[in-house]
Structures are given as structure tokens and as C-alpha cells.
């Protein structure tokens, strides 16, 4: 897995997988096995069977208190997954601005002085350059319309809303190229709307620093 | 004092088939509207789909698609299968032409309103028709229409289209508030001697459901898209931050109408399925009550989900998991229906007739539909496939089930009462497993690419590296798309011969209980000869007190027969 919790996620969407594989070789297996145990045939009536007495409608309450169970399981431990990658933020390694308009995505680094809106600011177009195994947050903002800001192989995906910032974070740990997609309709250069995020290995991110900021 | 024939005979042209003020006709016209919107949104997915294949060639029969025009498909097409397709069809011609037949009324409530509702629809599809062919064409913001997107012309660069895509769908709302007013007064008032509401076929109960849900959810879209037009066209700010605006807020507005929608024409198609499968698997309907308070218990959790549309979309992060939680406990009273479905099947006596393929057909598709819908209301899952191909496939498992497998057993099934004709079981059974086979193959796939991360509404995956790998796939899709649409002309052929030239139908062709089968084939302005009386429930197929294998609803116990009762059961 290319980021910390993109791990948790698949392992929610096995979970769920396995879960719903099992309902669906069930239900199939009843449609199946009914359709040709009882199929029409001549002499033999269909049993009258209402199904509205407690007893009777047992047979499709207790598979509901069954599926009830099983979703109080996955919402829990989605509950779980979810906090881990929405809600606590681990504490900022380095935080990069990214606002969306149509159809790029300017990414503002802060600089050595890690301030937004000083002198020493870096701002790039459509490429991200993290170091490997660092918290990075990023601080969504969008200039026009909303977009989605997606990668695909972390498995995180924001809405860059106008008028709100909103911030989102990721640890990448496999350095490489990886494309930033947008996922929200946003006009008609919305296809093709795409960045790059390199993620660097210490080392290497060291040295893009220092290409960038010779001074420091 | 002339009959009601009589009067027909003198009733001109055009207050028999244009202005009419009987159900039945209204409802074929809903059915003509539907059909041809149908037809049109499959031709749009047909240029979506050689576009996604083979980007940016030129389109057989039609050319050259660029981004922008691609925009407008996909709004297009999904405006117009939902609001012009779904709801003309299974609201306004089923829930037309059966709700009055199956509580043994003469026609609706309000026969004119029903009129009316009609010819807003009608009035609703041109304006949608001329957007097409102003300078701009047609809207191009989604069929969700986000703001700001939506909300300024320079971010589209559609002005008058997107205008009229709003006039329209609120003409749109219009015609089915006043269609709602007639689906639910009828069922309440207009009960045949001897309905009780316990006896009326589901159906009927998930028609109502359906109006009632629709009457309480599209209020507040309604004020949404009047704010939409003011900040188009009035320089107002509800939704642009640059005048204090929020366009979240549009999202909440959307959504908390847009899923009670979902169901809205969800179970009018499950309601066409229960009165399909009972007849079918000679079988009363298994567990009637259970069915109906599950009915009612989705339709109330229903106006609480919306925020799973929007778990990614900025709204705050804490509100996530209470709408994760109802979303997957939703699942627990559409289990409960799947389950009584299949129920119904056990120990019954079950043909296969094209309305019956069909019907099993709809169960198939929609329980993965359903069972998808689990992977999208996770959260944390959705963080990842939110806005991939994975939703697109299983909301088109969900509508395609309700809308097209459902419709169309419930066209086959209804048919002889419609036109008087029965349709060739054939082309219809030709028609199923071409239709079953190839929409499978289309949407099986989808889960994949999108479980791939291939997004949903970009014109051309191959301006992605990740998604290049998964290009064979897009093409398969498209080829059986194609062939998908090309199935449907054993229908289009079956079904204008029938028309004409099928096997006259008698009055009850499939042996059923219910109170439309009572009435002649098809039946007169008016309805029924007699008001029928109705002794029992709708579902009572090998009944032990009578040697046939159906019981009208409205067919009285003979005496004898219920002395010989004892014996028959004990048979």
C-alpha cells in the first residue's frame, strides 16, 4: 500500500466484500434451488403459506436480525477507519496549499519559514513533492468551482469546496510518481484535469529542498 | 338514461386520445412520453460509451464528441432516464392505469388534475427538447447540477440551456405533485365494498409510499432550484462564497430529495415484482404485513441518508458515521422484502413466463444492487470509489432493475389489460435472456474499472496513466452496450405487433386474483361493469377451500365450498 491507512481501507472494502459475497451465494443459491425444486409440474399444488404469523414470518426476521448485525459490524469498524483518516489528523511534518480552478491544481509550499503568504512561498503547478514516510496536510482551497482532489493509489479523495478551506492529510510510503486525478465534475477541461504527486525518498526530497530554497 | 358505452361512442377524437380524461389513456400517454425519452437517454449512453471506447473518434451515425459536449451527455442522460423515463413510466403509467383498476374505482379521484398532470409533463419534455437545439445546447453541469458549476454560465458556458433544464425538471415536479394527489386520494376514498386497505394489492401500498415520499422530499429542491435560477439569471448569491453564498448548501437541498427519489421509483418497481411473483409461483405474496411496514420504515429512514452523497464533499467530517449508520441499516428493510420475495417462491408452483423472466430478472439485478450499496455507504470506503465508475454501476443494478427489468415485466404482464392483446412469448423470452445476459456483461465490469479508480464523467480515461490498463475493459463494455441496445428490438418489434396482431386477450389471461383482471380486456372508459365486492386479500392463489388454483378477490365463497373446505386441505 502506497499510504498509511489505504491499508484499513482496503481491508474495510474485503470485509465487506466477503460479507455481501456470502449474502449474495446465499440468496442466489434459495432463488436456484427453489426455481427448480418448484418448478411447475403437473398434480402438484403450491402449499398456501401466508408468511404474516410470527412464527411463519420468522423465516425472513431472524436472516433481517442477521444482516442488522452484520451492518452494526461494518459501520463499526468503519467508524474506526474513518476517524483514522478523516478526523485525527496526525501533527504536520509539511503542509502544502493546494486550490483547485479549472483545470489545474497550484500547489503553494510555505517555505523554510512554514508560513503561507510570505516572501520565501514556492508555488508549482500541478506537481506535489513530498518526502516518503512524513504526515502531509493538505490545506484544500478552490478559486472557482468544486473539485475533487483524488489519489487514487493513497486512496484519499477531498472535495475542494469555494469559500471553504479544508484540510486533509496522507503519509505516503512507497516514494514514486502517482496521478492527482480531479473526481468532481468541474466543466469542460474536468477530463485531463490531472497532477503529479512524487514522493521522494529522504534523501532525494532533501536535495529538491535545497534546488528550491537555495538560500536556506 | 345512455350507458357508459354510449357516451364513449360520441366522446370526439381528441377528448379520447389527447385531452382524455380516463386513467387508461393517460397512462398510455405516460407511457409514449416514457418510451420515447427512453429511447433518447439510450442513444446519448450509446455516444457516452463509443467516446469512453474509442476517445475522441468520430462516433458512428454521429460524428465528433469533444469534452464539452460530453458534459452534456452525461447530464442529459442521466436527467432524463430518472425524471423523463423512470417516473413517466413507472409512476405515471403503471400507478395510472393499475391504482384505479386495483381498488375497483372508475377512474382517479381527480380525473382532470390527472389530465393536467399529464400535459405539464408533456408541456415539461419540450421545454427539455428545445434546450437541446438552443445555441449552447443542452445543460452540462450534472445531473445533480452542482453550484457554482452550475451557478454562473462562464463556468459551463451554457446559459439559456441550463436555465431551461431548471424550468423543466420544476415543471416536472409540478406534474407528478399533481399526479401524487390522485395516487394517494384514489387508494383512500375510492375503495371498491370490501377493500379494506390491508387488502390492497402492494402495489398499490408502494405506489402510495411512493407519492407520499415524493410530496415530502421535493419541497425543498424546489426552493433550491429557485435559488439556482435567481443566482443564474438574477445576480443573487445563495450559492457563489464570492456574495456569501454556500454551495454545500445546494447538496443538502439535493440530496435529501434525491435519495427518498431513489426510492420513489424504487418501489413502484418492487411493487410490479409482488404482484408479478404471487401469480407466477401460484403462492400468496410471503409475509404481506412484514412487506408493507418495511415499506414504510424505508421510506422514513430514507429523509435521513442524503449526507452519504456527500461524506467527501467539505460537510463536517463528525456527521459521516451517523449517515453511514442509517444508510446500512436502510439495507435492513429492503432484506426483508428480497427475503419474503424469495420466500414466496418456496414450495410454490412456479412458470416461467416472459413477465415472470423478467420479475426474477429484477430480483437478481437488484439484490446486487443492493448489496453494493453497502461498499458505498461505508464511509471510509467511499472515500475511495465515491464519484468511480463502482457508483455509477451500482445505481444502474438498482434503477436499471427497477426501471427497465421491472418495466418491462410489468409491460408483458399488463399488456393484455392494456391493449387487449397478448404479446408473443418468443420474442419476449429472446427479448429477457438478450437483455439479462448483455446488461450484465455492460455492469459487472464497471464495478471493476471503478474498483480500479476510474472516475466517473471524464471524457477520455487515456489521459491517465492508472487508468490505461484498464482501457480493454472500457471497450468491452462498449461493445456490449451496444448490443444491450440492439436487444431491445424484439421488444420494439413484439410490441407493435402484438398491438395489432397479437392473440386476443380474454379477461384474466394469467389466472390472477387481483381487481384489474375482473374487468374486461381492456377495459372501457369507466372500468368495470358492476362495482366489484371484494371478500379477501389480494394474494390468495392455492387457497385449501377451492379446487382451483386462484381466488378473485371479488369471486364470493360458495357455501358448498367452504363445507368442502376440510376435505380440499386435508388433500
Avoid at chain 2, 455492460?442 to 490498463?469: C, D, H, K, S, T
Wanted: proline share 7%; charged share 15%; glycine share 8%.
Amino acid at each position: 500500500m502506497v499510504s498509511t491507512y489505504g491499508g484499513d481501507i482496503d481491508s474495510l472494502m474485503y470485509l465487506i466484500y466477503y460479507i455481501v459475497g456470502a449474502w449474495f451465494l446465499l440468496t442466489y443459491g434459495a432463488i436456484a434451488l427453489f426455481l427448480i425444486l418448484y418448478r411447475r409440474r403437473e398434480g402438484r399444488r403450491a402449499t398456501y403459506i401466508e408468511g404474516n404469523s410470527l412464527r411463519e414470518a420468522a423465516w425472513i426476521l431472524v436472516p433481517c436480525l442477521i444482516v442488522l448485525v452484520l451492518d452494526l459490524w461494518i459501520d463499526f469498524r468503519g467508524g474506526e477507519v474513518w476517524a483514522k483518516v478523516k478526523r485525527q489528523r496526525p501533527p504536520s511534518d509539511l503542509r502544502v496549499q493546494v486550490t483547485s480552478k479549472q483545470f489545474n491544481w497550484e500547489m503553494l509550499y510555505p517555505g523554510p519559514d512554514g508560513q503561507f503568504e510570505t516572501g520565501d512561498d514556492l508555488q508549482l503547478e500541478n506537481e506535489l513533492h513530498v518526502p516518503v514516510n512524513k504526515v502531509v496536510w493538505v490545506v484544500l482551497k478552490s478559486k472557482d468551482v468544486i473539485h475533487s482532489f483524488f489519489l487514487p493509489h493513497l486512496r484519499l479523495k477531498q472535495d475542494a469546496v469555494p469559500g471553504r478551506t479544508i484540510e486533509a492529510w496522507f503519509k505516503a510510503t512507497k516514494p514514486g510518481r502517482y496521478e492527482i486525478p480531479c473526481a468532481e465534475l468541474c466543466g469542460f477541461g474536468h477530463s485531463g484535469m490531472n497532477g503529479w504527486l512524487i514522493v521522494h525518498p529522504a534523501d532525494e526530497y532533501e536535495r529538491w529542498v535545497k534546488e528550491q530554497w537555495p538560500s536556506s | 338514461m345512455s350507458s357508459r358505452a354510449e357516451v364513449e361512442e360520441r366522446v370526439s377524437f381528441f377528448r379520447r386520445y389527447v385531452f382524455s380524461v380516463d386513467h387508461k389513456m393517460i397512462a398510455k400517454q405516460y407511457l409514449a412520453i416514457g418510451l420515447f425519452w427512453a429511447v433518447v437517454g439510450g442513444l446519448l449512453a450509446y455516444l457516452m460509451r463509443w467516446q469512453l471506447a474509442y476517445p475522441d473518434t468520430e462516433v458512428p451515425g454521429w460524428g465528433f464528441i469533444g469534452p464539452e459536449f460530453y458534459n452534456m451527455l452525461v447530464t442529459m442522460h442521466g436527467t432524463i432516464m430518472v425524471f423523463f423515463v423512470a417516473m413517466p413510466i413507472l409512476l405515471g403509467a403503471f400507478g395510472n392505469f393499475l391504482i384505479p383498476l386495483m381498488v375497483g374505482a372508475q377512474d382517479m379521484a381527480f380525473p382532470r388534475l390527472n389530465m393536467l398532470s399529464v400535459w405539464t409533463l408533456a408541456l415539461s419534455s419540450i421545454v427539455l427538447l428545445i434546450s437541446f437545439f438552443i445555441p449552447g445546447g443542452a445543460a452540462s453541469a450534472g445531473w445533480t447540477g452542482y453550484p457554482p458549476l452550475s451557478a454562473k454560465p462562464i463556468y459551463t458556458g451554457i446559459n439559456w440551456g441550463l436555465n431551461l433544464w431548471i424550468l423543466a425538471l420544476a415543471l416536472e415536479f409540478a406534474s407528478f405533485l399533481m399526479g401524487g394527489i390522485n395516487f394517494l386520494t384514489t387508494p383512500i376514498n375510492l375503495r371498491a365494498p370490501g377493500l379494506s386497505m390491508f387488502r390492497l394489492p402492494l402495489l398499490v401500498w408502494m405506489q402510495m409510499t411512493a407519492a407520499i415520499l415524493f410530496m415530502l422530499s421535493v419541497g425543498p429542491l424546489i426552493a433550491g432550484a429557485v435559488m439556482l435560477l435567481l443566482d443564474r439569471v438574477a445576480g443573487t448569491s445563495f450559492y457563489l462564497p464570492q456574495g456569501g453564498g454556500d454551495p454545500l448548501l445546494w447538496q443538502h437541498l439535493f440530496w435529501f430529495f434525491g435519495h427518498p427519489e431513489v426510492y420513489v421509483i424504487l418501489l413502484p418497481g418492487l411493487g410490479i415484482i409482488l404482484e408479478i411473483l404471487p401469480v407466477f409461483s401460484r403462492k400468496s405474496i410471503f409475509g404481506y404485513r412484514p412487506i408493507i411496514y418495511s415499506t414504510i420504515a424505508a421510506g422514513m429512514l430514507s429523509f435521513t441518508v442524503w449526507a452519504h452523497h456527500q461524506f467527501i464533499s467539505g460537510m463536517d467530517p463528525r456527521l459521516a458515521m451517523p449517515f453511514s449508520l442509517t444508510t446500512i441499516i436502510i439495507s435492513v428493510p429492503f432484506a426483508l422484502i428480497v427475503f419474503a420475495m424469495i420466500a414466496t417462491l418456496w414450495r410454490g408452483s412456479i412458470s416461467f413466463p416472459t413477465p415472470m423472466l423478467f420479475a426474477l430478472g429484477t430480483l437478481a439485478v437488484f439484490l446486487i444492487g443492493g448489496l453494493t450499496g453497502i461498499f458505498n455507504g461505508s464511509a471510509p470506503v467511499d472515500i475511495y470509489i465515491h464519484d468511480t465508475y463502482f457508483v455509477v454501476a451500482h445505481f444502474h443494478y438498482t434503477l436499471f432493475s427497477a426501471l427497465f427489468f421491472a418495466g418491462f415485466a410489468g409491460l408483458y404482464f399488463w399488456f393484455p389489460k392494456m391493449f387487449g392483446r397478448m404479446m408473443s412469448e418468443a420474442l419476449g423470452k429472446l427479448h429477457f435472456w438478450l437483455t439479462f445476459l448483455l446488461f450484465n456483461a455492460v455492469f459487472i465490469p464497471m464495478f471493476f474499472v471503478g474498483a480500479g479508480g476510474m472516475m466517473r464523467r471524464i471524457a477520455n480515461p487515456m489521459q491517465y496513466e492508472f487508468l490505461r490498463p484498464l482501457q480493454p475493459i472500457n471497450v468491452s463494455i462498449t461493445i456490449a452496450s451496444i448490443l444491450l441496445l440492439l436487444a431491445q428490438l424484439p421488444f420494439v418489434l413484439n410490441f407493435f405487433w402484438s398491438l395489432f396482431a397479437g392473440q386476443v386477450a380474454e379477461r384474466n389471461p394469467w389466472q390472477a386474483n387481483t381487481l384489474e383482471w375482473s374487468a374486461p380486456s381492456p377495459p372501457p372508459h369507466g372500468n368495470f361493469e358492476t362495482v366489484p365486492i371484494v371478500y379477501r386479500g389480494p394474494y390468495e392463489y392455492s387457497h385449501p377451500s377451492v379446487p382451483e388454483d386462484w381466488l378473485p378477490q371479488d369471486r364470493p365463497t360458495m357455501p358448498t365450498l367452504r363445507q368442502s373446505s376440510g376435505q380440499a386441505a386435508a388433500v
